[in-house]
C-alpha cells in the first residue's frame, strides 16, 4: 500500500511538473511574440504590430499582459486612423481601470493626435488626462500641448490658462508668449499684447510674423510713427499679401497724422480682405484726395460707398458733395448732401448738409420734391437757423421758380405774410394760365380772379385782369370779357406787360362777338397797325378785319382787308378768296363776282368752301337770268358734294328756278325730293310750302293733301299752332332768357315731336344746355340734328356730340361722327378738331398706325395752333414708341420739344434724356433730366422716370454712389408708379450684385 502510494504520488508530482513546464513554455512564447510585437510598434510597423498584440492577448492568461497588450491594440488603432480607434482606447481604460498605462495612453494618444496636427481629436484627449500622474518635463510638454491645442481650437481662456503656466519654462516659455501676446492682440489688449511681444521679438523664429503684428498695435495704440517704421522694415522681406496689410498700416497712420499727401500712395495700395475694399477703406482715400483739393479722385472714392449708414459714411457723403460743388456738379452734389441729411451721426454735418441740399434744390430743381417743399421742411427743422432769412427769401422765390403751381398753392394756403402774399398773387396767376393753356377755361379764372383779390404787385393784378377776360372770352362771357379788357386797357401797368401789344386783337374779337362790328373794325385795324411781325395773327386780324367790315355792309373796306390776308399768305387763302367775292357782288359788280366765283372754283379744288362758291355762283347765275348756267352749278354741286349742308338748299334753288319757269312739274320734282330727303329742314319746311301754291295754282289741292300726309314732319290741321309755339320759344332764345327758353322748346318738342321746327328747336336747346355746362341734357338733342337730314346745324351738333363722346371715352361712338365731320365740315378749324380727336381716339383704341395717319394730316395744315400742333407730335412719338420705331419717336418728341408746354413738354424733356442715355451720352442726358426737375417737377411720373435714366447714366460715369443712392430715393418716394419702382428695385439688385464683387460692404440682394 505504501508502495502504491508512493508511486501515485510520484505520477501526480510528474504530471503536476509536466504541466507546469508547458504554461512556462507557453508564456514563454507569448512573451517573445510580444516583445516581436512591441519591436514592430516602435518601428511603426502598426498594422502588423496590432495583429500580433491580438494574437498575444487571445491566448495569454496572464492580466498584466493582456492589459499591455489591449493598451498597444489601441494605440495601433489611432496611428492606423481606424474608426473604432476612440472605442478601443476607452474600453482599455474601462476594461484594466488599474493599469499603469491608463493615464499613459490618455497623454500619448493626445500627443499622438498633436504631432498630427489634429488639434480638436487632442483636446479632446488632454482633457482626460492626470496632471498629478506627471512628471515635471512631461507636465510641462502637457500645459503648452493643450494649451496650443485650446488656441488653435480658438478656446482662448483655455489656452490663456495653461500656456500661462509655461510662460517662465525655458523650453515653452517663448511659444507661450506669443501666443499670449497674440491672444490679447486678437482681443484688442494691445498693451499687453506689446508686453509679451516685446519679450520674444529678438527670436528669429519670431521676428518676420512680430513686425506686421507690433506695427498694428502700435496703429491701434495710436503710435502712429512707430507703427509706419517697423511697418516700413517689414516691406522688403513680406509677400504680396503682407505688403497689402503693411500698406494699409503705414496709409492710415499717415492719414491719421494728417500727411494725406504720404497717405494716398499707401492706402492705394492696400489690396483689401480677399480682394475687396469696405467703405471705410473707400472713405480714407477719398478724404486724403478731398483735403489735397484733388476732388475728382476724391468723387471717385465717395461714390463707391454704398449703404453706408454710420458716421464716417455720413461724413463721406457730406465731403462728396462739398467736392461736387467744386467741380459745379450741383445736380451729384444735391444728392451726395440729401444722404449726408437724413443721418443724424455728426448733427453738425447733418444740419450743414440739410443747407446746402436745400439751397440746390432752389438753384437747380428737385426731382424728389418741389424746391419749396424742401425749404419750408429745413425752416420746420431748423427754425432758428442762422440762414432763416435767406432761406425765406429763397422760398418766396422758389414758389415761382419751381413752376410746380399746383404744389405751390398747397404750401402757400394759410400763410399771411406780405411776401407770401405776393407769392399767392404769382403763383394763383400762374397757375391760372397752366389751367387756360389745358382749355380748363372755368377753373382758370377762377384762379385769377384769386390773384386779383390780392392785387399786391400791379404787373399780376394786370396780367391776371387780362387772362380772367380771356378766360371769360372762351366761356362765351363776352360781357365779362369786353368788361376785363377794358379794365387791362385803363391800368397803368397794362402797358409793361406782354398781353399789352395783343389787347386789340383779343378786344377786336369781344366786341365781333357782341356784334359791335364798327368798334371791332377799329379794333382790328389798330391791331394790324402795330402788329406787322407776328404775321400768323395778323393774317387772322385781317380776315376777322374783313367780316367786320363785310356784316357792317362795309364792302369796299372788306375787299381791302380780304386782300391783304390773301397777300400775307400765312393762312390759306380760300376764305378770303370767297369772301371778296361775295363782297365785289354785294357793290353791284355781278360780272366781276361770277368771274371770280369761277376762278375760286379752278383755285381752291380742295377748299371746304368749294361747296358754297358753286351755291353762291348758281345763285349769281339767277340773278342774271342765266338759268342754264345756274343749273349747271347746282347739279355741280350736287353730284360732287352730297354730304355738303347746301344740296337741299342748291335742290330747293333748282325747284324755285323750275317754279319761276312755270315748270311745275320739274319744280314738284325737286320740291318733293328735298321734302323727302331732308325731313325737317328749314329747306324741306319751304318745299312743302312752295309745293303747296303749285297744288293750288294747279288746283289739285286734294293731291297736296294726299302727299303732304306721307311727311310725318307736316301736320296739316297744326301748322300755325306749331308756328306760334316754335316762334315763342325763339323769342325768348333769342332775348337770352336761357331758363324759360330751354321750358318752352320742351314744351313745343313736347307737343309737336315731329314738327316744322323739330330741327331747330333740338338744336337751340342743345345750345342752352351746352352753355350751362348740362351737357348730358345737350347730348340727345345734339343726337336728333346729327341724324336729321343735312343742315346749316349739322357741322355744330357734329363737333359738340362727338366732344361729349370724347370727354367720356366713348370712342367707338366718337369716331363715326368725327369721320363725318371730317368729310362734312365747311370751316377748316372743325376739320381739324376732327382729325386731332380722330388721331387721339384711334391712339387711345391702339391702332396706332391709322393714329399717326390722322396726326400727320393734322400736321399738313398751316394754321394750327401749338398746342393741336404738340398732340399730333406726341401722338405720332407715342405710337412709334408702342410700336417700338425708337428713330421715329425721337424724331417726333423733338419736334413736340419745340411748341409743347405742361405735361406733353415734361414728356419730351423725358425722351430726350432716354434716347441720350441710349446714344451713351450719359452727361448730356442727365442734363436733361435735371432741367426736368427743375422746369417740370409737378409732373412727377416723369421725375421718377428720369431719375431711374439718371442713376443708370451715373453708374455708366462709374458714379455708383449716385446710381444706387438715386434708385433707393425712388423707390422710397414715387410707390404710386409700380412700373417705374419695379424698374428702379432690377436696376439696384444689377448694381449691388456687380459693386459686392468689390466692395464688403455691399449685400448683393442675391
Not at 202 to 213: A, I, P
Not at 349 to 355: M, S
Not at 624 to 637: F, G, H, V
Amino acid at each position: 500500500m505504501i508502495k502504491k502510494s508512493i508511486v501515485a504520488t510520484l505520477f501526480i508530482i510528474a504530471i503536476c511538473h509536466l504541466v507546469s513546464a508547458q504554461q512556462s513554455a507557453i508564456f514563454t512564447s507569448n512573451l517573445v511574440k510580444y516583445q516581436k510585437a512591441l519591436s514592430l510598434y516602435n518601428n511603426q510597423q502598426f498594422q502588423a504590430a496590432q495583429s500580433l498584440f491580438y494574437k498575444v492577448r487571445q491566448t495569454t492568461d496572464e492580466l498584466v499582459l493582456q492589459s499591455d497588450c489591449a493598451y498597444y491594440i489601441a494605440n495601433c488603432a489611432v496611428r492606423l486612423n481606424q474608426q473604432n480607434a476612440d472605442q478601443l482606447i476607452t474600453d482599455f481604460v474601462d476594461e484594466y481601470p488599474t493599469s499603469t498605462k491608463r493615464n499613459t495612453a490618455f497623454l500619448d494618444v493626445a500627443d499622438y493626435y498633436f504631432s498630427k496636427s489634429k488639434y480638436a481629436y487632442a483636446r479632446k484627449w488632454y482633457s482626460r488626462v492626470d496632471e498629478t500622474a506627471l512628471g515635471y518635463n512631461e507636465l510641462q510638454k502637457f500645459y503648452f500641448n493643450n494649451g496650443y491645442t485650446a488656441f488653435l481650437t480658438k478656446d482662448f481662456k483655455e489656452a490663456k490658462k495653461y500656456l500661462s503656466k509655461v510662460e517662465n519654462s525655458p523650453v515653452y516659455g517663448s511659444q507661450a508668449k506669443y501666443y499670449i501676446g497674440f491672444m490679447a492682440y486678437q482681443g484688442n489688449d494691445y498693451d499687453r499684447a506689446n508686453q509679451y511681444f516685446d519679450q520674444v521679438q529678438d527670436q528669429d523664429r519670431y521676428k518676420e510674423k512680430l513686425s506686421y503684428y507690433q506695427a498694428d498695435l502700435n496703429f491701434k495704440l495710436g503710435k502712429f510713427d512707430k507703427a509706419i517704421a517697423l511697418a516700413k522694415s517689414k516691406m522688403d522681406s513680406s509677400d504680396e499679401d503682407e505688403v497689402s496689410e503693411l500698406s494699409k498700416i503705414i496709409g492710415e497712420s499717415y492719414f491719421n497724422l494728417g500727411k494725406y499727401s504720404e497717405a494716398v500712395p499707401y492706402l492705394k495700395d492696400y489690396n483689401g480682405k480677399n480682394g475687396k475694399w469696405n467703405n471705410t477703406d473707400y472713405y480714407q482715400l477719398g478724404y486724403a484726395y478731398y483735403k489735397q483739393e484733388d476732388y475728382e479722385n476724391a468723387i471717385s472714392e465717395f461714390n463707391k460707398i454704398i449703404e453706408g449708414n454710420n458716421g464716417i459714411a455720413q461724413n463721406a457723403y457730406y465731403h462728396l458733395g462739398e467736392s461736387y460743388i467744386h467741380l459745379n456738379k450741383k445736380q451729384e452734389a444735391l444728392n451726395a448732401f440729401k444722404n449726408a441729411s437724413e443721418m443724424s451721426f455728426d448733427v453738425k454735418i447733418q444740419e450743414d448738409a440739410w443747407l446746402n441740399y436745400a439751397k440746390i434744390s432752389y438753384e437747380i430743381g428737385n426731382p424728389y420734391q418741389s424746391a419749396p417743399q424742401v425749404l419750408s421742411a429745413y425752416l420746420d427743422k431748423y427754425p432758428e437757423s442762422a440762414y432763416k432769412e435767406e432761406i425765406e427769401t429763397l422760398l418766396i422765390d422758389s414758389y415761382i421758380t419751381s413752376k410746380n403751381y399746383k404744389e405751390a398753392l398747397v404750401l402757400l394756403e394759410g400763410k399771411k405774410s406780405f411776401e407770401n402774399k405776393l407769392a399767392y398773387q404769382k403763383v394763383t396767376f400762374y397757375r391760372g394760365l397752366e389751367l387756360f393753356n389745358e382749355s380748363q377755361y372755368l377753373e382758370a379764372a377762377a384762379l385769377f380772379g384769386s390773384s386779383l383779390k390780392l392785387a399786391v404787385n400791379p404787373i399780376y393784378t394786370s396780367r391776371a385782369t387780362f387772362w380772367k377776360a380771356e378766360s371769360d372770352y372762351n366761356l362765351s362771357n363776352y360781357d365779362e370779357a369786353f368788361v376785363g379788357f377794358k379794365q387791362f386797357e385803363n391800368q397803368t401797368e397794362s402797358s409793361d406787360t406782354p398781353e399789352y401789344k395783343s389787347l386789340n386783337y383779343h378786344l377786336a374779337y369781344t366786341y365781333f362777338k357782341l356784334k359791335k362790328y364798327n368798334q371791332a373794325s377799329k379794333a382790328f385795324s389798330a391791331f394790324v397797325e402795330s402788329s406787322v411781325n407776328d404775321k400768323v395773327r395778323l393774317n387772322d386780324a385781317y380776315l376777322r378785319l374783313g367780316d367786320a367790315y363785310f356784316v357792317s355792309s362795309d364792302y369796299g373796306n372788306a375787299i381791302k382787308a380780304y386782300e391783304k390776308a390773301i397777300n400775307l399768305s400765312e393762312i390759306e387763302s380760300d376764305y378770303p378768296a370767297f369772301q371778296k367775292a361775295l363782297s365785289v357782288g354785294y357793290l353791284g359788280n355781278s360780272s366781276k363776282k361770277i368771274s371770280e366765283l369761277e376762278q375760286f372754283i379752278v383755285t381752291y379744288k380742295k377748299s371746304k368752301l368749294r361747296d358754297d362758291a358753286l351755291y353762291e355762283l348758281g345763285n349769281s347765275y339767277v340773278k342774271e337770268n342765266e338759268s342754264d348756267r345756274a343749273m349747271i352749278k347746282y347739279n355741280q354741286l350736287v353730284d360732287e358734294y352730297r354730304m355738303s349742308s347746301f344740296v337741299p338748299k342748291a335742290l330747293l334753288r333748282k325747284g324755285l328756278v323750275y317754279y319761276n319757269e312755270n315748270k311745275n312739274v320739274e319744280a314738284l320734282t325737286q320740291f318733293k325730293k328735298v321734302a323727302k330727303d331732308y325731313p325737317g329742314s328749314p329747306e324741306a319746311v319751304q318745299a312743302v310750302s312752295t309745293a303747296r301754291l303749285i297744288y293750288i295754282d294747279m288746283g289739285e289741292v286734294n293731291e297736296y293733301a294726299v302727299w303732304v300726309n306721307t311727311l310725318d314732319y307736316v301736320e296739316v290741321t297744326n301748322v300755325e299752332l306749331d308756328n306760334a309755339t316754335y316762334e315763342s320759344a325763339e323769342k325768348q332764345y333769342l332775348d337770352n332768357n336761357v331758363d324759360k327758353a330751354i321750358r318752352e322748346f320742351n314744351d313745343y318738342l313736347n307737343e309737336f315731336p315731329k314738327g316744322l321746327h323739330a330741327l331747330k328747336s333740338h338744336f337751340y336747346i342743345a345750345q342752352l344746355y351746352d352753355n350751362k355746362n348740362l351737357k348730358e341734357n345737350a347730348a340727345p338733342h345734339y343726337k336728333y340734328v346729327v341724324e336729321a337730314s343735312q343742315s346749316e346745324f349739322t357741322e355744330e351738333a357734329l363737333v359738340k356730340l362727338s366732344q361729349y363722346y370724347l370727354e367720356n371715352k366713348s370712342w367707338d361712338l366718337a369716331m363715326p361722327l368725327l369721320k363725318r365731320l371730317e368729310d362734312e365740315a365747311s370751316f377748316q378749324h372743325n376739320v381739324v378738331f376732327a382729325l386731332s380727336n380722330l388721331m387721339k381716339a384711334n391712339y387711345q383704341i391702339k391702332e396706332y398706325e391709322v393714329a399717326v395717319s390722322y396726326a400727320e394730316d393734322v400736321l399738313k395744315n398751316s394754321n394750327i395752333d401749338n398746342k393741336i400742333l404738340s398732340d399730333a407730335q406726341i401722338i405720332i412719338a407715342r405710337s412709334a414708341i408702342n410700336t417700338g420705331n425708337e428713330k421715329k419717336a425721337q424724331s417726333a418728341y423733338a419736334e413736340v420739344e419745340k411748341t409743347a408746354t405742361g405735361e406733353m413738354a415734361a414728356e419730351a424733356l423725358y425722351y430726350r434724356a432716354y434716347f441720350q442715355n441710349k446714344e451713351e451720352k450719359h452727361e448730356a442726358s442727365n442734363e436733361s433730366v435735371q432741367r426736368l426737375a427743375k422746369d417740370f417737377s409737378g409732373y412727377k411720373v416723369y421725375s421718377a422716370k428720369g431719375l431711374v435714366l439718371m442713376a443708370k447714366n451715373f453708374y455708366a460715369l462709374n458714379d455708383a454712389f449716385q446710381a444706387t443712392y438715386i434708385l433707393e430715393s425712388v423707390i422710397q418716394n414715387f410707390t404710386e408708379f409700380e412700373d417705374v419702382v419695379a424698374e428702379a428695385k432690377e436696376e439696384l439688385s444689377k448694381i449691388k450684385k456687380n459693386e459686392s464683387k468689390t466692395n464688403t460692404s455691399v449685400q448683393s440682394e442675391d
